[in-house]
């Protein structure tokens, strides 16, 4: 959790291993004193949890794309708490939401992206992770993306990825096609770890 700007991080596992829960207990250790999570579930989590589920959604102030178009100072607070709930619940309407914020963020400089459910709309989103790997470093961006495959991320957005924390696995060829990014010695460890297990950690430029 503690990539420095440019980094692109893949925070992966099987449903109920934990993937949000580790990444929102950094957030409120105060990992990240500037930080939006695009959470396509936003809306409707804050009003089950009213009704009484316990879903744990991200706190933070609950805002839309168009919000921060019409008012992108919106993203100059120091410290910073958005959840942003995209307009569209179709993956290109996803993406094109989220390459919308991206720039935005762009913009404004010192911020942690965090992407919840990132592999339903990674393909129309790869221009926005290119720009956070490429040129983050100079702007203070870094991307957090959350999802419960590894293959469901496209290739070309996998490129992009300089950390991955894994948790336990469901499908086998997820594990493989970790092995081919990190490392079989870490593909093997990850295979080994049981639901509630603490994680595996890679870094671009670990040996495999």
């Not at 893949?10 to 004193?33: C, L, Y």
């Not at 589920?53 to 919000?67: A, N």
């Not at 094109?96 to 339903?120: K, P, S």
């Not at 493989?176 to 297990?197: I, M, P, Q, T």
């Amino acid at each position: 959790m503690d990539a420095p700007p440019g980094s692109v991080v893949a925070v992966i596992g099987a449903p109920g291993t934990g993937k949000s829960r580790a990444v929102k207990a950094a957030a409120a250790a105060g990992a990240w004193p500037r930080r939006v999570v695009y959470e396509p579930h936003a809306r409707r989590d804050r009003i089950e949890e009213a009704r009484g589920r316990k879903l744990y959604p991200w706190p933070g102030s609950l805002v839309s794309i168009r919000d921060l178009m019409r008012r992108p100072d919106l993203l100059d607070s120091d410290p910073l708490a958005l959840v942003v709930d995209p307009a569209g619940l179709d993956a290109v309407s996803m993406g094109r939401d989220f390459g919308t914020l991206a720039r935005l963020a762009w913009h404004t400089g010192d911020l942690t992206i965090i992407a919840e459910e990132a592999a339903i709309y990674a393909r129309q989103a790869l221009e926005a992770a290119t720009l956070i790997s490429t040129g983050g470093r100079h702007a203070g961006l870094r991307l957090i993306a959350i999802s419960q495959s590894w293959t469901r991320i496209p290739l070309d957005v996998r490129r992009c990825v300089s950390d991955v924390i894994a948790f336990a696995q469901s499908e086998p060829r997820d594990v493989d096609e970790l092995g081919r990014k990190c490392g079989r010695d870490f593909a093997e460890r990850v295979r080994r770890l049981s639901s509630g297990a603490i994680p595996c950690t890679w870094r671009q430029g670990d040996a495999g």
